[in-house]
């Protein structure tokens, strides 16, 4: 039997303590649980249950605390894992992939990729308010029809790399594509632009755009009703 | 261009609006020459469909004249007579090649907001609220047809508009309803709700090789005309235990079959109803599925239930233990238009159904908010009503 397991764990997202504050938290809190219990009495078991919390908060990463006054030490990360069936054979999904450039057609938070040489090409994406975020990536890794792999490079904006997966579809259906993608910030600070734009990505609009991925290989066209005609009261 | 549109619950307008454009390179421009007015509107006209907004233009069945194509549009050109059924399907993806076309995966751009209410999206409709693609429909002069290659039916000049307009939507759902029965000869087959697409199932019903049609209503004329038109033992729930009737009919089995053909605004009577009334107004229930209930409990040991009517959302005392223990299939769904209108056009065509019998009122589309009004109280006879542009 083949057992479901999520390749890729999502990132938690109530997350909001950094990693070495987690390590600390819980070595501080152990040592504090420790002593509490072996003073015994109130104020030990005072110090007992402190230490304790300390533990559990470093050890799930999340702080009441730092929840109710709005405070995150934890680096913000995008973490993306999607996947969906195209009725088209692999090789059609994966030339279309391929060729970079392609991207904009049906990510619209990615306004630009422009293909530098075989490997590299350079990314362009706009925050909310018009704002622009860019980064060089290479492939790291590619097997025709199989999967292709990218990364940023370094000194960019935005520290990001994907993979998106290729696979024949059981039941003559086509093809399952999976995309893996993760947005991290680079080193400590980031740029307000930075943050706008991992404000605005969401798995719903990942989905989206995956499904007008699926529109364009399946009808050549993105649906849409935009643009339509409808009734509007004098005024309206 | 002059569109019927909606304005709110029992609240519509004719109104000026610009022509249609082509969007897409698979769209037509359609010049409507008769629309319809089906019960499934009347849900939107009564409130009862969520994420309808001000200014939608109603209408999913309807026929013109192709007047614009865009540059991918094959098989049809300027001056083609057609038909269009209410499904928006893009005739490319998985659903779609299996001939499921009410399910088409490409023709709803709002699927995230039929995903979170279903699971998955269906196709768009036209002009049936944003969860089905908020797209424009066609009670109005002009209407743009998506994928025109897999969205429109060409129509042969001795089929009259009146018979072509009942094949975009109830004739085809009414030949499903009964085709979801898997009627053997000699079969028996209730129908609840003697409208026109319980009506059109009732003659699909006798079609496909039933030998007993029986019809449940209220309204005497709907009754009269099920027994005129297919023949149909006419039972009138306000005047007989329909269980009991049932039973008595045949035999004490129940009837092999029973189609839904009333869906979410179900009357009924008694505890059930007062019920439905109460879970609908405090928003607790979103249908009403009195009719639904009693096809379940009538239906014979082993028998299908098949549902025509439109739902919406959820509804509660559904006897799942009837079904269950009784092994009963149930069948539904939006139907797959383009699947059933080759078919019945010729049907239509060789004489040997009109459908058009069901029509009862003509208005002129400026007339749109009165034809709804005499369609929804069903004043003076109406079953079918049909707008001219």
Same mark, same amino acid.
């Not at chain 2, 238009?337 to 019998?357: C, T, W």
């Given at each position: 039997?083949?057992?479901?397991?999520?390749?890729?764990?999502?990132?938690?997202?109530?997350?909001?303590?950094?990693?070495?504050?987690?390590?600390?938290?819980?070595?501080?809190?152990?040592?504090?649980?420790?002593?509490?219990?072996?003073?015994?009495?109130?104020?030990?078991?005072?110090?007992?249950?402190?230490?304790?919390?300390?533990?559990?908060?470093?050890?799930?990463?999340?702080?009441?605390?730092?929840?109710?006054?709005?405070? $995150?030490?934890?680096?913000?990360?995008?973490?993306?894992?999607?996947?969906?069936?195209?009725?088209?054979?692999?090789?059609?999904?994966?030339?279309?992939?391929?060729?970079?450039?392609?991207?904009?057609?049906?990510?619209?938070?990615?306004?630009?990729?422009?293909?530098?040489?075989?490997?590299?090409?350079?990314?362009?994406?706009?925050?909310?308010?018009?704002?622009?975020?860019?980064?060089?990536?290479?492939?790291?890794?590619?097997?025709?029809?199989?999967?292709?792999?990218?990364?940023?490079?370094?000194?960019?904006?935005?520290? $990001?790399?994907?993979?998106?997966?290729?696979?024949?579809?059981?039941?003559?259906?086509?093809?399952?594509?999976?995309?893996?993608?993760?947005?991290?910030?680079?080193?400590?600070?980031? $740029?307000?632009?930075?943050?706008?734009?991992?404000?605005?990505? $969401?798995?719903?609009?990942?989905?989206?755009?995956?499904?007008?991925?699926?529109?364009?290989?399946?009808?050549?066209?993105?649906?849409?009703?935009?643009?339509?005609?409808?009734?509007?009261?004098?005024?309206? | 261009?002059?569109?019927?549109?909606?304005?709110?619950?029992?609240?519509?307008?004719?109104?000026?609006?610009?022509?249609?454009?082509?969007?897409?390179?698979?769209?037509?421009?359609?010049?409507?020459?008769?629309?319809?007015?089906?019960?499934?509107?009347?849900?939107?006209?009564?409130?009862?469909?969520?994420?309808?907004?001000?200014?939608?233009?109603?209408?999913?069945?309807?026929?013109?004249?192709?007047?614009?194509?865009?540059?991918?549009?094959?098989?049809?050109?300027?001056?083609?007579?057609?038909?269009?059924?209410?499904?928006?399907?893009?005739?490319?993806?998985?659903?779609?090649?299996?001939?499921?076309?009410?399910?088409?995966?490409?023709?709803?751009?709002?699927?995230?907001?039929?995903?979170?209410?279903?699971?998955?999206?269906?196709?768009?409709?036209?002009?049936?609220?944003?969860?089905?693609?908020?797209?424009?429909?066609?009670?109005?002069?002009?209407?743009?047809?998506?994928?025109?290659?897999?969205?429109?039916?060409?129509?042969?000049?001795?089929?009259?508009?009146?018979?072509?307009?009942?094949?975009?939507?109830?004739?085809?759902?009414?030949?499903?309803?009964?085709?979801?029965?898997?009627?053997?000869?000699?079969?028996?087959?209730?129908?609840?709700?003697?409208?026109?697409?319980?009506?059109?199932?009732?003659?699909?019903?006798?079609?496909?090789?039933?030998?007993?049609?029986?019809?449940?209503?209220?309204?005497?004329?709907?009754?009269?005309?099920?027994?005129?038109?297919?023949?149909?033992?006419?039972?009138?729930?306000?005047? *007989?235990?329909?269980?009991?009737?049932?039973?008595?009919?045949?035999?004490?089995?129940?009837?092999?079959?029973?189609?839904?053909? *009333?869906?979410? %605004?179900?009357?009924?009577?008694?505890?059930?109803?007062?019920?439905?009334?109460?879970?609908?107004?405090?928003?607790? %229930?979103?249908?009403?599925?009195?009719?639904?209930?009693?096809?379940?409990?009538?239906?014979?040991?082993?028998?299908?239930?098949?549902?025509?009517?439109?739902?919406?959302?959820?509804?509660?005392?559904?006897?799942?233990?009837?079904?269950?223990?009784?092994?009963?299939?149930?069948?539904?769904?939006?139907?797959?238009?383009?699947?059933?209108?080759?078919?019945?056009?010729?049907? *239509?065509?060789?004489?040997?159904?009109?459908?058009?019998? *069901?029509?009862?009122?003509?208005?002129?589309?400026?007339?749109?908010?009165?034809?709804? %009004?005499?369609?929804?109280?069903? %004043?003076?006879?109406?079953?079918?009503?049909?707008?001219?542009?």
């Amino acid at each position: 039997m083949t057992r479901y397991e999520p390749r890729y764990p999502k990132t938690g997202k109530d997350v909001n303590v950094g990693p070495s504050e987690r390590l600390l938290s819980v070595l501080l809190g152990g040592y504090m649980a420790a002593r509490g219990v072996r003073k015994g009495r109130l104020g030990g078991l005072a110090t007992a249950l402190a230490g304790g919390y300390l533990m559990y908060r470093g050890s799930t990463g999340r702080c009441n605390l730092y929840e109710k006054i709005g405070v $995150s030490t934890a680096r913000r990360a995008i973490e993306i894992d999607e996947s969906v069936i195209i009725n088209r054979p692999v090789h059609e999904i994966y030339s279309y992939w391929r060729n970079l450039g392609n991207i904009p057609e049906f990510m619209r938070h990615i306004e630009e990729v422009r293909v530098i040489d075989d490997k590299r090409s350079h990314w362009v994406a706009s925050a909310p308010g018009g704002i622009k975020v860019e980064w060089d990536a290479e492939i790291t890794g590619e097997r025709e029809n199989e999967y292709i792999a990218w990364k940023s490079l370094p000194f960019s904006d935005i520290e $990001s790399e994907g993979m998106v997966e290729f696979s024949t579809a059981p039941g003559h259906r086509g093809t399952e594509l999976r995309v893996h993608m993760i947005y991290n910030l680079p080193g400590d600070g980031a $740029s307000a632009p930075v943050q706008r734009l991992l404000a605005a990505i $969401s798995f719903r609009q990942i989905r989206e755009e995956l499904r007008r991925f699926k529109q364009i290989m399946e009808t050549g066209e993105v649906p849409t009703t935009e643009g339509q005609v409808r009734g509007r009261a004098v005024g309206e | 261009m002059k569109a019927l549109c909606w304005y709110g619950k029992r609240d519509l307008r004719v109104m000026e609006v610009p022509e249609p454009e082509i969007l897409g390179p698979r769209d037509a421009i359609v010049r409507v020459s008769l629309s319809a007015v089906c019960g499934s509107d009347l849900h939107l006209y009564n409130g009862h469909v969520p994420s309808m907004e001000r200014g939608d233009i109603l209408g999913h069945e309807f026929v013109g004249t192709v007047v614009d194509v865009g540059g991918r549009v094959e098989g049809f050109r300027p001056g083609d007579r057609v038909a269009v059924p209410f499904t928006i399907s893009c005739g490319r993806c998985f659903f779609c090649e299996r001939e499921l076309w009410s399910l088409c995966d490409n023709s709803n751009p709002n699927a995230y907001a039929a995903e979170a209410l279903y699971g998955y999206s269906p196709a768009g409709i036209y002009g049936y609220s944003h969860l089905f693609g908020g797209y424009a429909g066609g009670q109005a002069e002009y209407v743009r047809v998506p994928f025109a290659d897999s969205g429109l039916l060409k129509l042969p000049e001795s089929v009259s508009d009146e018979k072509a307009v009942l094949l975009c939507d109830v004739f085809p759902t009414g030949y499903m309803a009964a085709e979801n029965c898997s009627i053997q000869e000699g079969d028996t087959v209730a129908v609840w709700g003697a409208g026109p697409v319980g009506l059109l199932a009732m003659k699909s019903a006798s079609l496909l090789g039933a030998e007993r049609v029986i019809a449940i209503d209220r309204f005497p004329e709907r009754l009269g005309l099920a027994s005129r038109l297919a023949d149909a033992v006419a039972l009138n729930y306000e005047d *007989v235990d329909v269980d009991e009737a049932l039973r008595d009919i045949t035999g004490g089995m129940g009837p092999d079959a029973c189609i839904d053909a *009333v869906g979410m %605004e179900a009357h009924g009577k008694g505890h059930g109803r007062v019920y439905d009334a109460v879970k609908n107004k405090l928003r607790a %229930e979103t249908d009403r599925p009195t009719a639904l209930r009693q096809a379940i409990l009538a239906c014979r040991k082993g028998g299908t239930v098949s549902i025509a009517g439109a739902y919406a959302g959820y509804v509660d005392k559904v006897p799942v233990g009837a079904a269950f223990n009784k092994g009963i299939t149930i069948k539904g769904g939006q139907t797959h238009v383009q699947k059933y209108m080759p078919r019945l056009l010729n049907l *239509v065509e060789d004489g040997k159904a009109d459908p058009s019998d *069901v029509i009862t009122h003509s208005f002129g589309l400026e007339e749109g908010p009165i034809a709804y %009004e005499v369609f929804k109280h069903k %004043e003076d006879g109406c079953v079918k009503v049909v707008l001219k542009p």
